[in-house]
């Protein structure tokens, strides 16, 4: 955020944790006053459809075009699914939807039912943001506009690591979306800079 504020562009982003979120604006608005108007946070949770279509509409609204969406949103495994001590009798607890992101987990683990946020996380909120980005990305664009779409993923995407039976499944479709938004014209934002990067690298 830094980085682009530092650069003259406008930003827009979202947390779920709209305290964190109002505090990062206060702590940039009172390092520089300048970037007040550059910036504006709204209160997302990438597992809600509706919250990340609305993530972009404000930053549309606000400032009339959207040039480069990325999506960093993740979590590491969560433990539940395939615990050594689970019985005839755990095992047939069946997992449930999230309806409260924080709050699932731990009446989950209270439970003992093993949590889909994981996949509601790091597989269908990537789904939601980049399907969505894709839209809003190309709207007024130019054959001469620089458009990006940036998604976070992990090294665990394309090496298998011990442990991580969730997390690595919900991995391979940020890498995977490339080849396909190329070969979709009416996606055309998305094919001319879609990108999956591994923080490790």
């Not at 989950?108 to 996380?121: A, R």
């Not at 269908?124 to 894709?134: D, K, P, Q, V, W």
């Amino acid at each position: 955020m830094d980085a682009f504020l530092a650069r003259g562009c406008r930003v827009v982003f979202g947390d779920i944790d709209e305290t964190a979120g109002n505090a990062k604006v206060d702590e940039l608005t009172t390092r520089d006053k300048s970037v007040g108007s550059q910036l504006k946070f709204v209160p997302t949770d990438i597992t809600n459809y509706d919250h990340v279509y609305r993530l972009f509409q404000v930053a549309y609204e606000a400032f009339g075009r959207v040039d480069i969406a990325a999506n960093i949103a993740g979590l590491t495994e969560i433990a539940g699914w395939f615990d050594p001590p689970e019985t005839l009798e755990s095992v047939k607890r069946v997992k449930q939807t999230l309806s409260e992101l924080l709050d699932e987990i731990v009446d989950c683990v209270n439970q003992q039912k093993p949590t889909t946020m994981l996949v509601d996380v790091n597989l269908n909120g990537t789904l939601y943001f980049s399907r969505i980005a894709c839209v809003f990305l190309r709207q007024g664009q130019q054959r001469s506009d620089d458009k990006s779409l940036i998604l976070i993923s992990s090294v665990a995407g394309f090496k298998e690591y011990p442990g991580l039976f969730v997390y690595q499944v919900c991995l391979p479709f940020p890498s995977s979306l490339r080849p396909w938004a190329d070969r979709r014209e009416d996606h055309k934002a998305c094919s001319d800079g879609s990108d999956a990067k591994s923080p490790v690298f």
